[in-house]
């Protein structure tokens, strides 16, 4: 029993996440094209990126190359996250 809740809560969280870099991309996107030349917009788009990558495999039958894999944040995104994860709590 113990395990299957915390699989659910891991999962949860893992959408969560996805889910709210993805709104979050959107709102610097939106942000990015539609606010005036502004202090507000360098410090709501202002990006620090981390990249890991890229990954080879190779299975000897298959090989194949993943990456480079970027995360890109900023405060839009945090805001993006923060929204996600309040309607997450307020429905589950």
Same mark, same amino acid.
């Given at each position: 029993?113990?395990? !299957?809740?915390?699989?659910? #809560?891991?999962?949860?969280?893992?959408?969560?996440?996805?889910? !709210? *870099?993805?709104?979050? !991309?959107?709102?610097? #996107?939106?942000?990015?094209?539609?606010?005036?030349?502004?202090?507000?917009? #360098?410090?709501?788009?202002?990006?620090?990126?981390?990249?890991?990558?890229?990954?080879?495999?190779?299975?000897?039958?298959?090989?194949?190359?993943? !990456?480079?894999?970027?995360?890109?944040?900023?405060?839009?995104? *945090?805001?993006?996250?923060?929204?996600?994860?309040?309607?997450?709590?307020?429905?589950?």
């Amino acid at each position: 029993m113990l395990g !299957g809740h915390h699989r659910r #809560s891991t999962v949860r969280f893992i959408w969560t996440l996805i889910l !709210g *870099l993805m709104l979050g !991309g959107m709102f610097t #996107s939106l942000g990015d094209a539609f606010l005036p030349q502004s202090a507000a917009k #360098s410090f709501l788009t202002t990006t620090v990126e981390t990249s890991i990558g890229p990954l080879s495999i190779d299975l000897l039958a298959v090989a194949f190359t993943i !990456g480079p894999l970027t995360l890109s944040l900023n405060v839009l995104t *945090l805001v993006g996250i923060t929204i996600v994860t309040i309607i997450v709590r307020s429905w589950i």
